[in-house]
Structures are given as C-alpha cells and as structure tokens.
C-alpha cells in the first residue's frame, strides 16, 4: 500500500516553505502512476475542486473561458464531448439554467458518470459512424455552444498523441458546424504544436473569431491549451 509523506497541514506551508506530499512507487504501479498521482495530491485546483463540490478539476478551465468570453447564457443549449466525470457539466447547467428548465444540457462519453441535475447523458463512443445524429436526436434542436474535452488515451509518443487529440478536435469540429446555431460558439482542447493548421484554417472561414486559450487551470507542464470558435456563421449549403 502506498502512503503520502511530508509533514505540515492546512495550508501545507511552514515556515514560509511549501511542503508538497510525495508517493512511494508501488510494486503495482508505473513511474507514470506515481508521478500522475503525487501531481493529484498536490494540484491545488484538485483540492479546490473537491471544497466546491465540481467532479473535476477542469471545471475551473471552463470558469475561466466563460468568465472572459461570456460563452454560458441562460436559456443557452450545449453539447458536452467528452463530458466524464462531469466537471464541464455541471457549470455549463448551472449558468445556462438547465435546472430551472430554461437552457438544456447534453453530454456524451465512452465512460458513464453520476447523474447532473439538468443534464441530459449517455454513454457513447463519438467515433462511431452513428454518434453525432445520436447527440443531435439527443438535443432535438440547434446548439448554441459545442464543447468538446475529449483526448485519447496516451501512447506515450508525442507526435501520435497530437495527432490522435487533433483528430477528436476536427471531429467534434464538424459535428459543431452539423449543429449549431448562427453566433454560436465551439472549444475543443488541443495540444501545443502546430498540426492543427488544417483545423484552424476551416474554424476561420465558419467562425466571426478564432484564438487559442491556456486557462490559469491547465497545468503550466502541460502542452494542452484550447482552440475557441465563436461567433459562428451558420451552415453552408
């Protein structure tokens, strides 16, 4: 069994140092698992995450965006990609009124997760040849905003973990110039590095404005960041 050392509590600082808890590498678990889970114990957005009650720490990125780009109105109708545990959800519901009635809330994923009040979910792998008329029957209508976070599982080289996120991204892309309604908006996690110029090429031909956003909550380590698309066009015959 593996247990967290350090001493010191609440803040985790004594004397003006920041203690941070480190994880002994189990006989059972990678050098990854270890490194992923001792980040866990010390990501203050993880800790912040559970105070707040949001499922993740990734609903502090989503904050963020709407706070500077007023994405989430109310009476709004979104699609969530990729939307376990549900962090993306819950402040989506929550700020366009899913759970007065008033907006409506759609997310889908290959992984189940606890129900959100005001969000309608289903299990459903996105890549099959059925899912995006599967989500639209799910909506019954235009969608105002498409949010997509989906990354496929890493393989550990970073040149075809980039391609494989950009695919998703160009993915969840035409789903979101299938469905959504004029002025609406679309965000799709991507990774530093480029390829995604094809992607960025057709989100400006279809969108008033394209940039790419780093929210405060996105590791500094990371090479994620997101591409943001709003004020959409409408579809092309």
Known sequence: MTEGKGSGSGSGREGGRSLKTRVKTARKRSLSSTLWLERQLNDP?????KRDGYRSRAAYKLIEMD?????????????DLGAAPGGWSQIAADR?????????????DLLDMEPINGVDFAVKDFNDDDAPDFVKNMLGGEADGVMSDMAANATGHKQTDHLRIVALAELAAEFAMDVLAPKGFFVAKVIQGGTEGQLLARLK???????????????????ELYVLATGFRGRRD
């Open 45 to 49: 957005y993880v800790a912040r995450a």
């Open 67 to 79: 706070d500077r780009f007023h994405l989430l109105k109310p009476g709004g109708r979104i699609v």
């Open 96 to 108: 366009v009124k899913a759970k007065d009635g008033r907006g409506k809330v759609v997310g889908v």
């Open 205 to 223: 031909k279809d969108f008033a404005a394209v940039r790419h956003v780093k929210p405060a909550a996105s590791r500094a380590d990371s090479a």
